[in-house]
């Protein structure tokens, strides 16, 4: 009787390795698309917060105590800004620019839409939006409507969505 591995049997655990270790790549790829686009839809709410932050401890800008705002443009998938209203437009104007943020990942924001929840079907075909906390209280106004729910969706290069919800209580939600 002979001791060690004969030829099919190694040739039937490589094939297996192989196999597994195809399934692993294929995987993994998937999982770091969506890791980064988790990080990423994470980071926008986190700046949307912080907008809201400002606002709410009544942050001054100049001689003024605006509302502070979050400016998206869909011309501009991979920034957008944080800006104080100082001209209390609930729209971001040329010099009150706060804070720019850049998405880094390959993630990208795909749609903005308005309305969605609180009056169907909405507009997902928004070509910029701003969200704007009115001192001192903590409701916003979507594109300078109060009342109205926000949705910001950010794709990854893979097609993957995930979607930023901005109710009109100030809350935010992160959705799949």
Request: hydrophobic share 40%; glycine share 6%; with cysteine.
């Amino acid at each position: 009787m002979s001791k060690g591995f004969t030829f099919i049997e190694l040739l039937v655990t490589v094939s297996i390795f192989t196999i597994i270790s195809s399934f692993l790549l294929i995987s993994y790829s998937q999982f770091s698309a969506r890791a980064s686009l988790r990080k990423t839809a994470q980071e926008v709410a986190l700046a949307i917060r912080e907008t809201q932050v400002f606002a709410l401890i009544v942050r001054k800008a100049g001689a003024l105590y605006p509302g502070y705002g979050i400016h998206f443009d869909i011309t501009a998938p991979n920034s957008f800004i944080i800006f104080s209203d100082i001209n209390n437009d609930n729209a971001y104007n040329a010099g009150e620019l706060v804070k720019q943020y850049q998405i880094i990942s390959k993630d990208s924001i795909s749609n903005l839409c308005s309305g969605v929840e609180t009056l169907p079907p909405g507009i997902c075909s928004l070509s910029n939006l701003d969200i704007v906390y009115l001192r001192p209280r903590p409701k916003i106004a979507v594109n300078g409507v109060e009342f109205n729910d926000a949705e910001i969706r950010i794709q990854s290069d893979k097609g993957y969505l995930k979607k930023i919800k901005v109710w009109p209580s100030g809350q935010i939600e992160i959705r799949d």
